[in-house]
């Protein structure tokens, strides 16, 4: 079997990249067990904005514009849940931050600058909220599985464990059992750590850890950010998370992490409530808290996407088409990304 790309790994980054070499007609096949994958964990939140310090992230605009025609396609209707954030102000300084936020030019768009006051008598918060606009959160569960069973039907899709010692590297590219490629990328988040061309690279795992929560009479219809994010996932359930670990000792659901979800959510709910999950998974994060997207310095048919621990949701698509960009155009990847800003000065 010959094809263009090989891909290992499925989770956001993975997925992004079938979806990227499809408009261009680049033949595919992907390795992937879907065992455990930080992208089928996340909260799957898109948001342009840091809501600790009412600050844009950088290239908003353009991983924005990336990014949604990429989640909104038809076909992924049901992963859809295009709602505001209402971020909850813990004083009048920070309201004031916001509206002064709020007039600059990159976040316009973004911060509406009439403020909030909480209606609904389960929230606590007293100095306001905040409406975060075109912001939403994707079902990443569900929109893995559709296009999984979609690569599955056309036949390039292998729910198998790449095998990284039967790889051969030849003068066209590259062969494992019977696939031929031109290329390979690899896409496995901190899976990455195993890969004998690219563990390298300094990804560091990230522990986060998560509640689903029953609250009954809460009713939000938006998204709320305190410490935490409360998504609202429907049927008086929320999602609460995440928690953010470097130093964890184990990669299951801790009492230290549930015991801190709660804290955070009983300051600003204040209703009774029922736990009904706890989770935990790895976020693939770097040190500058850039993506990677890397060629191997030796053989230059071997490439990696990572690092996309932070707003994953966000530059996956982006770092596709930079893929496609560079494969197809040889177009430069930006230096700020290219794993090489981690070997050279
Ligand atoms: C609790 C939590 C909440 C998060 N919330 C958000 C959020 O709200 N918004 C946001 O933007 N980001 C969020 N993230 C971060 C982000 O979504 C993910 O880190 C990102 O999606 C990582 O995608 P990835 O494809 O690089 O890695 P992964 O999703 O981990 O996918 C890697 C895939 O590679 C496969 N793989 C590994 N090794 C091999 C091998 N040898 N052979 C074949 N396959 C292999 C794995 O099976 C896996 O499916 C969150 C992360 C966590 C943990």
Known sequence: ????????????????????????????????PQQSSSSRVATGIYNPVVLKRFRAISNAKLLMEHALPFYHQHKYIQAQHPIPIYRVFASAGEQNAWMVAADKPDLSTYLNTSLVSSTNEGVYAP??????????????????????????????????????DILSITPGGVQYKNVKAQHIVFAEGVGILKNPWFSTLPVIPNKGEWLIVSCKELGLRQMLKSSVFIVPLGNDTYRV??????????????LEGKEWLITQFKKVVTLPFEILFHGAGLRPTTIDRKPILGQHSTHATLWCINGLG????????????????????AQKVPRELDARRFLMP
Request: glycine share 10%; aromatic share 14%.
């Open 1 to 32: 079997m010959q094809c263009n790309v090989l891909i290992v790994g499925f989770g956001l980054a993975g997925w992004a990249l079938t979806e990227a070499l499809k408009k261009e007609g680049i033949s595919f096949v992907v390795y992937d």
């Open 127 to 164: 100095f306001g909220l905040g409406e975060v606009q075109h912001t939403g959160w994707v079902d990443t569960n569900t929109l893995l599985d559709t296009a999984k069973d979609d690569l599955i039907d056309a036949g390039c899709f292998a729910e198998e464990k790449f095998d990284y």
């Open 241 to 254: 998370g995440a928690t953010y670990d470097r130093d964890f000792t184990h990669e299951e659901p801790s």
């Open 310 to 329: 932070s707003r994953g949701v966000l530059w996956a698509p982006y770092l596709a088409t930079l893929f496609v960009n560079a494969f197809k155009r």
